[in-house]
């Protein structure tokens, strides 16, 4: 599963950990496809990392469980490999431990995102940089009829930045007549921001912003119908260690639009 | 405020009570921008309706309040007018007595519709024959911030549509894999159907039904941004009266679609 | 590749014409899934079809080339086997000469179907009645940046039912004070109406078409990510094959919505 | 017509030249609602602007004609009155000439903008940003059926901002495999961006960028629903030309997004 032999000079030498994963087997065509990247080790999520080792990987790209991710971080840190992981549940105080790690390896680089599409990204930026320019706004998110949490963490990231956007420029509340809403119409409330979560066949992940003032409204909205939307994202990630050693926690930074 | 010498042979000689009102006052200039129909008369929601009869008014249009509705209605059909009202809270047994008075009056016509949008009506028409075809729906409503109960009356009435003709077609509960949503995302339920209500400046009044299956979805949306858009409705209806005697609860029946 | 063992009693026997195609591999897979069918045969676009009649096909689906698809009919016909077909060219002339086959084997069934997306013929459906209500009326299709043709077929046909209903409704043409438009933004001319083609990476097949009066616009959007979206489509033919002898052309009057 | 004595202290006093004009009349009562602005002055677009003086105007919102817009900024500049405009026309050559009258004035500010719906400006400015990280991108434009050209000042704009931006991140011509559009559905190109313009009744003014790749969209719109959408920006660009002498193009630099 790991070749050595299959490094090309100049070559940034990638390894996938949970290969097997749909996020994982995905990740391995497009290390595969990328001109720039090699595909040098492939392991399951729950496997021995030692192959990693063995084939030279200089960046490990990570989606597994909650309950492996932190020991597989550890062993990617202590080994001179550097890490993008999309694996849940890497929040507050296990950040802080990572950060830790990252202390005493001060060369290497973890880039955490909870979400690889770009456009999602850029929807949530977009959302917040035009906050302050609109009385109002909300979030309605679409996903597949299978997924078990409403509303999506994307949805609730994005309502939060644009929460604490419309705070920082002095915005009250957003204005709401609604008296009368027996059955809960009007969503969940984030921060101050109606929520709505809509569950379909048909639908796979998908974004939408509406801001509004007097006469106008501003939409944002992101689609992502097929996981390979998350694949620019990801490379993007795997690039970026080389130059930004340390901690990262999302795509946003790596996008450089600043 | 009346003039029975504006009539003019051959054209219908239409009434408005409530016309100094937004819907009215907007109708009265409709029924004046209309080739074939007259405006002869015009008073206030509360006022004495004597005018209409000395105009020789044929159908009236009431826009008023739902403690006065009941008194115009009976006014009209004892004096031989023919009615198209608008306004709220006709419903369940208000509208058996007004049945029971147009058994006592069968050549007079009542046109009651929640909505005169025809936009709001198809939509809602069409979202019923759709639902059959597809394996889940839900409904969206947009309305001003101003509006203090949601859902919308329109969103409720086409929900409940809906799950009826899934209902007929041996159709079971949408699939819905949600088993954590702390705040409320997914919106009221309607009959099973989720409903959900977006309160925002810069909106007016807007309606959307989305369904979907495997690989597909079906949006149908009505985007009301004037109160001119009611008016074709409203004309429709009262062009209708002439050839429908008894009571018409709301426009689809006029469309003559089938 | 057929099997009349298979045949279960009861459920009607099918086979697919054009089966290692997508549009046929796609439909075997969704006869195997159906209850009431059974798949009995599988042949090739251009292979023998001797298979058909040894497996005791009722009904066979077929997925081909315009160069064959008149031969695979005759075949069918001529062998007491109902068809079901989505091969492009089947218009004009070709369609004159399968309605005389049929006058010669008056119980046999042929569905000719430029589209099985329901979704999509309940969209040009309902734009069509829809169309004498509103003043004005577009179309906007988007699809793949594979696609070849401009505008798409079914986009075509939706703007000429659409002029069609608005002449035979005494409308006249959509109004556009347009003077000045060097680059032809305004899309194409099709009857009358407006068509414009979006062509993108990330796109599927989606068909939208907006009606527009004074202060409103009502929207009818079909959005098809996959061709699973087409199956339903597909299966309702299937078994409207066994109640309806001659020729159908088109999904719409299978839906039985009048 | 003037009005001195109305000013008062630490307020920004305010004239308007056009103010019978839609726009202007508009920005009139804008002016008059906001809590640090005081409207001292309101001339109509061909008469003498000796009011402006008198009133002790700070700043002239300007919603003139072509033939007399430089007139105007040159008396106002000469006079010591700061310029908002939003007068078509001044383009290229003559905004060289009001650079050079400023040099002469290097204290006065003169805001010239194209559209002042910052919801519009952000749909640009988010459409440019985004522009690298989509293999695709196509802009759709609607307005009112009375507009005589397309597509609109705005939608070439952005377009071109996109075209630039690709160009700049090295991205090739976007993909497109159409061979065959016989009526022109795939619109105007602009720069190599394909440009959609529809019209219609029941719309105003709208603006929706398109991005694609491979199983994503991201689609950003700005819904320009009546007048007062405008002013938000007029005011931002009123108070902004206090702080920023010289010449400014665009409503972009006043929002302080970088």
Same mark, same amino acid.
């Given at each position: 599963?790991?070749?050595?032999?299959?490094?090309?000079?100049?070559?940034?030498?990638?390894?996938?950990?949970?290969?097997?994963?749909?996020?994982?087997?995905?990740?391995?065509?497009?290390?595969?496809?990328?001109?720039?990247?090699?595909?040098?080790?492939?392991?399951?999520? &729950?496997?021995?990392?030692?192959?990693?080792?063995?084939?030279?990987?200089?960046?490990?790209?990570?989606? #597994?469980?909650?309950?492996?991710?932190?020991?597989? +971080? &550890?062993?990617?840190?202590?080994?001179?490999?550097?890490?993008? #992981?999309?694996?849940?549940?890497? +929040?507050?105080?296990?950040?802080?431990?990572? &950060?830790?790690?990252?202390?005493?390896?001060?060369? @290497?680089?973890?880039?955490?995102?909870?979400?690889?599409?770009?456009?999602?990204? !850029?929807?949530? &930026?977009?959302? @917040?940089?035009?906050?302050?320019?609109?009385?109002?706004?909300?979030?309605?998110?679409?996903?597949?009829?299978?997924?078990?949490?409403?509303?999506?963490?994307?949805?609730?990231?994005?309502?939060?930045?644009?929460?604490?956007?419309?705070?920082?420029?002095? !915005?009250?509340?957003?204005?709401?007549?609604?008296?009368?809403?027996?059955?809960?119409?009007?969503?969940?409330?984030?921060?101050?921001?109606?929520?709505?979560?809509?569950?379909?066949?048909?639908?796979?992940?998908? +974004?939408?912003?509406?801001?509004?003032?007097?006469?106008?409204?501003? #939409?944002?909205?992101?689609?992502?119908?097929?996981?390979?939307?998350?694949?620019?994202?990801?490379?993007?990630?795997? @690039?970026?260690?080389?130059? @930004?050693?340390?901690?990262?926690?999302?795509?946003?930074?790596?996008?450089?639009?600043?």
């Amino acid at each position: 599963m790991s070749d050595p032999s299959k490094a090309v000079p100049g070559h940034l030498r990638v390894g996938v950990i949970g290969a097997r994963g749909r996020m994982g087997a995905q990740t391995c065509q497009a290390v595969q496809d990328a001109g720039d990247l090699e595909l040098v080790a492939e392991v399951g999520g &729950r496997a021995s990392l030692t192959p990693l080792v063995e084939a030279g990987v200089q960046v490990a790209v990570e989606f #597994t469980h909650p309950d492996v991710v932190m020991d597989n +971080l &550890r062993f990617c840190l202590e080994n001179g490999i550097d890490v993008v #992981t999309g694996t849940s549940g890497l +929040l507050g105080p296990r950040l802080e431990v990572v &950060r830790g790690w990252l202390a005493d390896h001060p060369e @290497r680089s973890v880039v955490v995102a909870p979400n690889f599409a770009v456009g999602a990204v !850029l929807t949530a &930026r977009f959302a @917040r940089q035009a906050a302050r320019f609109f009385e109002s706004v909300e979030v309605i998110e679409r996903h597949h009829a299978g997924k078990i949490d409403a509303p999506s963490f994307t949805a609730i990231s994005a309502a939060r930045e644009i929460a604490r956007a419309r705070a920082d420029a002095g !915005l009250g509340p957003v204005p709401d007549a609604t008296t009368s809403d027996p059955d809960g119409a009007r969503g969940a409330d984030v921060d101050g921001i109606a929520v709505h979560a809509v569950r379909m066949p048909g639908m796979v992940a998908h +974004l939408e912003v509406v801001l509004g003032s007097s006469g106008e409204t501003l #939409t944002l909205r992101h689609d992502s119908l097929h996981r390979s939307s998350f694949m620019p994202g990801v490379l993007l990630a795997v @690039r970026a260690t080389t130059r @930004r050693p340390g901690l990262t926690v999302g795509l946003e930074s790596l996008l450089e639009l600043d």
